[in-house]
């Protein structure tokens, strides 16, 4: 799906139907900023404002455990950017078959090593050029 919409336009045009379709059940309670607080409605009583006062088409909101919040433009818009690059991000694993190796500890619960270190030991590199060196002078 190509659009050459900003996303500050997608958002606009998207803004309540990405609600519903996020949540994909009537919330159970739908929560309206007024007069500085936040009100408490049953959806069905939402639906019901939504259809008499054409200014809540116009507000935000977003789903948090089952519930909708209304919020502000930049939140709403930082929600669903996070929310689509973690899909994303899903989707990216599924595809190249990523496999977290956080997963992965021995029995006392530590993490495994899973790399080898294959830096020198650099202690170890001067004993045995010492040790060579020494090797060499005794030797006739």
Known sequence: MSFSASPSEFFTF???RWEVLAVKYAPRKV??????GYVELSYTDFCRRR??????MDKLFIPIQGCLLEVVR?????FYRDKERWRYLQKLDTKNSLLSLDG?????G???DFIADE????AETVVNAVMVDRL???LP
């Open 104 to 108: 992965f500890t021995d029995s006392e």
């Open 14 to 16: 998207q803004k309540f």
């Open 110 to 112: 530590n993490p495994l």
């Open 51 to 56: 259809q008499a006062d054409q200014t809540y």
């Open 119 to 122: 830096a020198a030991d650099i």
């Open 74 to 78: 930049e939140q709403y818009t930082d």
């Open 31 to 36: 929560y309206i900023k007024e007069s500085g």
């Open 136 to 138: 060499k002078a005794a």
